[in-house]
Nanobody, 121 residues
């Protein structure tokens, strides 16, 4: 079992920045992919950025060159630096981890409770 807790959300003006953090406790396996998702009112949850245990990061086209995901494997934390925020970035941001003990073992998937990011115009 793993538990994820997000922090760092808030209200910011257009063009501003926020840094979201996610701390994991419990059992964290060596093979994992961290992800930040977001869900705006009336919309489906979407993947914003992800980073693998090997350090490979991917981003949604809408946030490329504005958001940066980073992880600290020693501390079991993952951050999302959000720059040049726009009103359309307003959403609840969720931390996620997919993990497995080995390449052939089952995948375990965990979510945090979410943190609200509101960008005012």
């Amino acid at each position: 079992q793993a538990q994820l807790v997000e922090s760092g959300g808030g209200l910011v003006q257009t063009g501003g920045s926020l840094r979201l953090s996610c701390a994991a406790s419990g059992t964290i396996f060596p093979l994992n992919t961290w992800g930040w998702y977001r869900q705006a009112p009336g919309k489906e949850r979407e993947l914003v950025a992800s980073i693998s245990s090997g350090g490979s990061a991917t981003y949604a086209d809408s946030v490329k060159d504005r958001f940066t995901i980073s992880s600290d494997t020693a501390k079991n934390t993952v951050d999302l630096q959000n720059n040049s925020l726009q009103p359309e970035d307003t959403a609840v941001y969720f931390c996620n981890i997919n993990q497995r003990l080995s390449p052939i073992s089952r995948i375990y998937n965990y979510w945090g409770q979410g943190t609200q990011v509101t960008v005012s115009s």
